[in-house]
C-alpha cells in the first residue's frame, strides 16, 4: 500500500508564491505516477500537473510557466512549486498517485491554499 501526507499549504496574496510537499511512504517501487490536483469550492476536482517515474512532467494550461512538479526520490517526495498564484489559484490541493500495473489511485487528505486579492 501507499500513503501519501501533503503539506505546505496556506494563505498568501496574489502573486506571492507557495511551495507544496506531498511525502510518499509504504510500496513507493509501485507508484508509477504522482501527480497534484485541486478542487475549488462549488467545482470539480482538477488536474494541476503529474510526473511520471520518468520524471515527465503534464500541467494544466492555466498553470503552465507558473508552477513547477518536481521530485526527489531520495526522500520519496513531490513538490509543486506555486509562483505568480492568483485568487483563482484558491482550492484545496490534493496529491495522487497512480499505483501498479491497474493505475489505482491514492490519495492525500488536501492541503488548502488561498490567494487573496
Known amino acids: 500500500q501507499v500513503q501519501l501526507v501533503e503539506s505546505g499549504g496556506g494563505l498568501v496574496q496574489a502573486g506571492g508564491s507557495l511551495r507544496l510537499s506531498c511525502a510518499a511512504s509504504g510500496n513507493i517501487a509501485s507508484i508509477a505516477v504522482m501527480g497534484w490536483y485541486r478542487q475549488a469550492p462549488g467545482k470539480q476536482r482538477e488536474l494541476v500537473a503529474r510526473?511520471?517515474?520518468?520524471?515527465?512532467?503534464d500541467y494544466a494550461d492555466s498553470v503552465k510557466g507558473r508552477f513547477t512538479i518536481s521530485r526527489d526520490n531520495a526522500k520519496n517526495t513531490v513538490y509543486l512549486q506555486m509562483n505568480s498564484l492568483k485568487p483563482e489559484d484558491t482550492g484545496v490541493y490534493y496529491c495522487n498517485a497512480l499505483v501498479g500495473m491497474t493505475r489505482v489511485a491514492v490519495w492525500g487528505q488536501g492541503t488548502l491554499v488561498t490567494v487573496s486579492s
Open positions: 510526473i511520471t517515474a520518468a520524471t515527465s512532467t
